[in-house]
């Protein structure tokens, strides 16, 4: 169903990828919006490991497109070093296809949002955080990500030299 990576040297390890995912701050998620177009949209999420949390309002066009078709990619860019003088950019990305839901029950609701709270105000103390969460409660609709195909990829740069150390011999 996923086409397999055509530049399969340049393909991350699962486990780098996962990486990638956890530690990036934000990223692209694309579905199909309003008269099949695509829409694509930045925003921050969190990774546990196996799901992929967002948030985002109980109205408005995510959501909607969601509800129509849960089917989604996510992308994250890592790294972004643009080499003028090559002509070309060193990075690393991921790519996550799956199907979204919303989170309708409240336990695994505050567990998605809290998720997302330590990532991004890892400072706060817990009852920082959990005020704040209790300001937008009313408000505020979660959304997780189940990948079924996940990716990631890096410039042949990057890729370690046939013989070298890190690379095979």
């Not at 486990?15 to 956890?22: A, C, F, I, V, Y």
């Not at 839901?101 to 706060?124: G, N």
Request: charged share 30%; aromatic share 8%.
């Amino acid at each position: 169903m996923f086409r397999p990576m055509r530049r399969s040297r340049q393909e991350l390890a699962r486990q780098e990828t996962d990486e990638l995912l956890r530690t990036c701050t934000s990223g692209v998620l694309a579905v199909s919006g309003d008269g099949d177009w695509p829409y694509a949209v930045p925003l921050s999420y969190v990774y546990d490991g196996e799901k992929i949390y967002f948030h985002c309002a109980k109205s408005g066009h995510k959501l909607d497109a969601l509800k129509s078709d849960g089917r989604c990619s996510f992308c994250v860019i890592a790294r972004d070093e643009i080499v003028p003088e090559k002509y070309t950019t060193h990075y690393k990305s991921a790519i996550v296809f799956g199907r979204v839901r919303v989170l309708d029950d409240e336990a695994e609701k505050r567990a998605a949002i809290e998720k997302l709270a330590e990532k991004y105000s890892p400072c706060e103390n817990s009852d920082a955080r959990t005020a704040e969460i209790e300001r937008f409660w009313n408000a505020l609709c979660m959304l997780e990500l189940s990948p079924e195909h996940v990716s990631g990829k890096q410039c042949i740069e990057l890729v370690p030299k046939m013989g070298t150390a890190g690379g095979q011999t």
